[in-house]
């Protein structure tokens, strides 16, 4: 029987409320032994909490037996998936992300919603630390048994990373979570990857804008659903109104998106406790109307084909960039192609035909 | 020696003006032999628009000697490409593109400028018609010997259509064209395209936007270097620097673009002659802006390493996607994973393990 580094389950003792006393037994011990792919599949159906962590670290993991294993029990839990809300949530750091997603997630917890929180942040390896990573920005969720929070994965590529929490949304939901966050950093490429996995995505926006939204990437702002300026307390209080008209004005100008939806433009605070259970309430409006329209359903069919073949054009990407020849060539040809004294194209062409010959 | 089919040479009609007797002669012939590369480059280089358009249409080809022969001209030509001004122009259609195109590309070529127009439309095959296909549309710049007017290749993907306009850029530049438009026709994905290999984007808009502006793809505003509000003249005039005043203040709320040029909004009229020397003044105060802050130089070749990492990307896709086996299992996975009745990733696994093995 094969075990499981001790190093690949640390990231499972940020969600360890909840465990049950054989499974922090487990964690204790220094190697711990796989189960079948069927005492997962079980364990998870039934919300056992250590059993879908170890699931996703084997999800996580790079060694081909992980993956085949996790495989596996991932096939078993696709019939029980689908049924949760996947709600995006991205903003620049100092939006106050955290705090929101814990007075969201307290009001869901406490109103006996299942509530998963995942984070995509491939950025987190250079700096070393990860979203989420600081689990005292969420205590009270953390307490809570309805809530299960699960660091950003902290290896591999966008496209590794953003599969492997596409996929663990699946076993979350396997496990019987009702909704589920995938949190983003909001000033990359992760965005656009959160958005094809979720059914509704919320921008968090700091009033008085400017200066604070340099930082985000263009683009963003138009797959939001709502935006949300957080912070709305205070002195901050009009400057936060105001934001909301500019706002509303300016999504005016936008084409309306695929789902028919005007995205709404509204304020909260936090230490107030306002806005809070209404951006709830809106986000609930925002199911009905696509669930009434179809676009629900549409939707979620589009983004399991559109990751189909993200992971067959990743898969193709991992071959070839994985080449330690390749590797080698691309490196010197990009140089050359960059001081413009060979054409991309051809450039491209010599290599790929070594590659296929 | 081989030949060239007539019927590949059609398009070459569009960009007669200016062809000495010779080559059209050579047109009248039912088939042309093909000239070697040394022939077609000095001739390109002579700025002979008949050899030009033959070298493009090489390009265009899908024959494999036609495809090395055009790579042997473009590496002769690579070295004296690179100087033109690189603008994208898009806009839905209604908006007033050509009569825009024309307007400008007069002032243009009667102030001595050697101007190329391009168009990328890969929807083009399945209307059956193409941007500037119409040649009426542009009858008094077409007659000018200092335009060349090209239509969109005919055929192919997105990737393969985009990366030829690439290649017929550098061509142009070679032959001695000083500004290059890429038209596009603002609906499509093809915008993102445009955008990674020109200098500046520039986005038409109608006043009174609503309604005919849903259209136009999400993000394609984000994208535009200027928004020139088309057709402001008689009734229109006010509700086009309404247009304006709301377009500024809904860029203000954008993160500024990484050239650190805050985008102009301007109006326009064709009808009325006005703004369209005044649009050219702005595209060229950006350029001064972005060859003085570095932005310029950094762009051009970060977009030749873009093209070159498409080039790859796409090569790869062609071989795979192109295997008549691939093709049947993707299309019976794709409903499947799309019901939900398999993983995305494992159908994926499971197909490129048998592509490589």
Same sequence: chains 1, 2.
């Avoid at 390896?125 to 979203?131: A, C, H, L, P, T």
């Avoid at 009905?288 to 084909?305: L, M, S, V």
């Avoid at 991992?318 to 330690?324: K, L, R, V």
């Amino acid at each position: 029987m094969q075990e499981v580094e001790e190093k690949e389950n640390k990231t499972d003792t940020s969600s360890a409320q909840g465990i049950s006393p054989g499974a922090v037994n487990n964690f204790i011990r220094k190697k711990k032994k796989l189960l079948t792919p069927e005492e997962y599949i079980q364990g998870i159906l039934a919300g056992d909490i250590s059993l879908l962590s170890q699931a996703i670290t084997l999800l996580e993991s790079s060694l081909p037996s992980h993956q085949a294993l996790a495989g596996e029990i991932l096939a078993g839990c696709l019939p029980h998936a689908g049924g949760s809300i996947r709600v995006g949530i991205t903003g620049v750091p100092g939006v106050g992300k955290s705090s929101f997603i814990e007075s969201l997630g307290v009001y869901l917890t406490e109103n006996e919603k299942k509530l998963a929180i995942l984070a995509i942040d491939p950025s987190s390896q250079k700096s070393g630390g990860s979203i989420l990573g600081d689990k005292t920005r969420m205590e009270r969720l953390a307490a809570s048994p309805n809530a299960f929070i699960r660091p950003s994965p902290t290896a591999g590529s966008l496209g590794g990373v953003a599969s492997r929490t596409r996929e663990t949304i699946l076993l979350c939901e396997a496990a019987g979570y009702e909704v589920v966050f995938v949190e983003t950093v909001g000033v990359g490429q992760s965005e656009v990857a959160v958005h094809s996995m979720v059914d509704f995505f919320l921008l968090l926006m700091l009033a008085g804008a400017g200066d604070e939204i340099q930082g985000m990437k263009r683009g963003i702002m138009e797959m939001a659903d709502m935006i949300l300026i957080t912070k709305a307390d205070g002195e901050n209080r009009e400057a936060a109104a105001k934001a909301v008209k500019e706002y509303e004005s300016a999504l005016h100008l936008f084409p309306l998106s695929a789902s028919g939806w005007l995205p709404r433009v509204r304020t909260c605070s936090v230490v107030e406790n306002k806005g809070i259970t209404e951006a709830w309430d809106t986000l609930l409006e925002y199911m009905a109307f696509t669930r009434g329209n179809g676009y629900f359903d549409e939707r979620r069919k589009q983004q399991a084909r559109y990751w189909f073949f993200e992971a067959l054009n990743e898969g193709l990407k991992q071959h070839f960039y994985g080449d330690e020849e390749i590797r080698k060539k691309i490196a010197e040809t990009e140089k050359v192609v960059m001081e413009r004294k060979a054409d991309p194209y051809k450039a491209a062409r010599d290599i790929l035909q070594n590659y296929f010959c």
